[in-house]
């Protein structure tokens, strides 16, 4: 393959950008963050290469973009690239799978040790210039259980491991798993409700599909420990926002560590903010220094599997969402 026509649907501002220099000089790059800016160059794309949250730009850029091979997002979500028109294509969509997981997984576990170790309360204390000593958890005699056991999942249970925490995950095809190190346990879907029942933690790791949608909802809330920690680094949708506000807002569980939300940015004078049994981060647990270089690199591997004809690496399935 000798010429390619690659559209980037992104700010050109984006400092990781300039990791495409290093494409051979065959290759047209054009990058734009609207529709004036590509349009011209569409009818000849190859590749369309998506930022985040611009699904609304690469639908209307598919629409005269005819010609088109492949289809990357920088994000690993996919709900907000997917289209049924792409979905029902033959194009295949790659996504950034794994450049994310080892800070979300860190994440998740300082999660953990937060509720474990009550630090809200010891940094309210030396606030108030109390001396309050308190009884914590050790985090080796509970269990964590993770819902959605792909890069992430996975992540997540790597790094419960040397912690000594019993591990259990929840995912579509356990056969995937045998012998896994890391987890105690691999359970099918519809043993949901067994998972929620016997973890101190619950950490929900699963994309945004029409199927996950309110995967964790009244039902798992009331099925949970009192003592139930959920942690979010999925999708907000994932958890029915309005039973977990409910639950934490009784005292049902023991509180929530959420880096996603139904609505980003979430709105002033939400529920989360007042709550002092919420650690809220503001979407970035995997912003790390550079967070984004991973990204590029497996895109750029990719691109060089594409025009050499070979098999590409982190092909989703369109159907499934992921």
């Known amino acids: 393959m000798e010429h390619v026509t690659l559209l980037v649907l992104a700010d050109p501002s984006e400092p990781e950008l300039k990791m495409l220099r290093r494409l051979p000089e065959s290759v047209t790059v054009v990058i734009g963050g609207s529709v004036e800016a590509l349009e011209r160059a569409a009818p000849a794309a190859d590749v369309l290469f998506c930022w985040f949250g611009k699904r609304n730009l690469l639908k209307q850029i598919w629409k005269i973009a005819p010609h088109v091979r492949w289809v990357h997002s920088v994000a690993a979500g996919l709900d907000s690239v997917?289209?049924?028109?792409?979905?029902?294509?033959s194009v295949p969509v790659t996504n950034s799978r794994g450049a994310f997981s080892s800070s979300l997984g860190e994440f998740v576990i300082g999660a953990v040790l937060f509720f474990a170790k009550d630090f809200r309360r010891m940094i309210r204390n030396q606030a108030a210039g109390v001396w309050e000593p308190f009884d914590v958890d050790d985090v080796s005699r509970q269990t964590l259980?993770?819902?959605?056991?792909g890069d992430i999942g996975r992540a997540?249970?790597?790094?419960?491991?040397?912690f000594g925490m019993k591990v259990l995950a929840l995912r579509r095809h356990p056969e995937r798993s045998p012998d896994d190190p890391f987890v105690d346990e691999v359970l099918p879907l519809d043993r949901k409700l067994d998972l929620v029942r016997r973890s101190d933690y619950v950490a929900v790791a699963a994309p945004l599909t029409k199927e996950t949608r309110g995967l964790i909802g009244p039902a798992e809330f009331a099925a949970m420990k009192s003592a139930a920690v959920v942690i979010n680094v999925g999708r907000g949708p994932v958890i029915d926002e309005g039973a977990m506000i409910q639950a934490l807002s009784e005292k049902r569980i023991r509180g929530a560590a959420l880096d996603v939300f139904d609505a980003e940015p979430l709105p002033a004078g939400h529920p989360f903010y007042s709550m002092e049994n919420v650690l809220l981060s503001p979407h970035c647990a995997d912003h790390t220094r550079g967070w984004l270089e991973p990204a590029m690199e497996i895109f750029l591997d990719n691109f060089e599997r594409f025009r050499k004809g070979q098999p590409l690496r982190n092909v989703v399935d369109k159907k499934l969402g992921y």
Request: proline letters at 10%; zero cysteines; a neutral charge.
């Open 82 to 89: 997917l289209f049924p028109e792409l979905v029902e294509s």
């Open 156 to 162: 997540i249970a790597q790094r419960a491991r040397p």
């Open 145 to 149: 259980g993770i819902v959605g056991y």
